[in-house]
Antibody, heavy 121, light 108 residues
């Protein structure tokens, strides 16, 4: 069974850094991109960026460029998302999700991790 | 940058009735559109890809149609477990990956 299991909830102070993990199983980790999507309370889905675990190449949306770093540990099949300079409006659930390797970088996302709640207060 | 617009924002439907959700792209995305269902407190679940292909295990009452800029998700006979928020997502261009703002399907 293809599965993504994310790390537990975090509570951080403004200005702090958070690092979330996403453990993949049931498929070849390097054959698919790993995306990160966040969802603020009561809001919609906001795509943050992706990594190609095969070569470590990353793409970020402008909103998060410079503040978010996505990495992958291919020896452990784990993707990480680190966000710095946290603000109160970064309070959200952060999901990882896999997507096929396509030229556009975009694809349907399936499956998704269960999400990690990050509270900045 | 592609903008995805969903309508309506909220759809009130009685169990057993048909629900029709719309998604519009700001420019043609061919048939590179996915639909997701998200229940409260859960991660999104992929329902439809390629505008009309159901993911294995998704009930046949869910169907997708459209191409270019106009797309529709139809739930033929709403069951209690279908009340949720539905998102469309384009994957013809990217990044960034663009989602619609969501349509909430609630019990009438």
């Amino acid at each position: 069974e293809v599965q993504l299991v994310q790390s537990g909830a975090e509570v951080k102070k403004p200005g702090a850094t958070v690092r979330l993990s996403c453990k993949a199983s049931g498929y070849s980790f390097t054959d698919y991109y790993m995306h990160w999507v966040r969802q603020a309370p009561g809001k919609g889905l906001e795509w943050m960026g992706l990594i190609n675990p095969a070569n470590g190449e990353t793409v970020y949306t402008e909103t998060f460029q410079g503040r978010v770093t996505i990495t992958a540990d291919t020896s452990a099949d784990i993707a990480y998302m680190e966000m710095t300079s946290l603000r109160s409006d970064d309070t959200a659930v952060y999901h990882c999700a896999t997507g096929a390797r396509r030229a556009s970088g975009a694809s349907p996302l399936d499956p998704w991790g269960q999400g990690t709640l990050v509270t900045v207060s | 940058e592609i903008v995805m617009t969903q309508s309506p924002g909220t759809l009130s439907v009685s169990p057993g009735e048909r629900a029709t959700l719309s998604c519009r792209a700001s420019q043609s995305i061919n048939n590179n559109l996915a639909w997701y269902q998200q229940k409260f407190g859960q991660a999104p679940r992929l329902l439809i890809y390629g505008a009309s292909s159901r993911v294995p295990g998704i009930p046949a009452r869910f169907s997708g149609s459209g191409s270019g800029t106009e797309f529709t998700l139809t739930i033929s006979s709403l069951q209690s477990e279908d009340f949720a928020v539905y998102y469309c997502q384009q994957y013809n261009y990217g990044p960034p990956v663009a989602f619609g703002q969501g349509t909430k399907v609630e019990i009438k």
